[in-house]
């Protein structure tokens, strides 16, 4: 019984937190790395052969750290080596957990609507 109930809640986070995306390649839908007013990137690409953000403001900087289809080390590292020249950790922290509740919170909808 507990076991197939945290099957189960495991399979909605999974799906809540875009692990389900993780199969999903970044490089084949092209509105992902197309330049806005916020977010411009460069012709070169990273180690997982995806363009390299040039520019952006801190909110898509920190919404692409979140994107489970950004997954790599490289982006990763770039941003932990680098935020406190643009931004503090305060703020770095706040949005990683407000990501993280806001996924709660999609995992207890779908919960209670099954």
């Not at 403001?57 to 770039?78: C, H, I, P, Q, W």
Request: net charge neutral.
């Amino acid at each position: 019984g507990q076991c197939i109930e945290n099957l189960q809640s495991e399979s909605s986070a999974h799906s809540c937190y875009g692990r389900s995306s993780y199969t999903h390649d970044p490089r084949s839908d092209p509105r992902l790395f197309a330049d806005g007013a916020m977010i411009k990137y460069s012709l070169r690409m990273n180690s997982g052969q995806t363009p390299k953000v040039r520019y952006a403001s801190l909110d898509k900087l920190l919404e692409r750290l979140m994107d489970a289809r950004f997954l790599g080390v490289e982006y990763l590292n770039t941003f932990l080596l680098t935020y406190r020249c643009f931004t503090d950790g305060h703020t770095v922290l706040g949005y990683i957990i407000n990501t993280y509740y806001d996924a709660l919170a999609k995992v207890g909808e779908q919960t209670c609507n099954a």
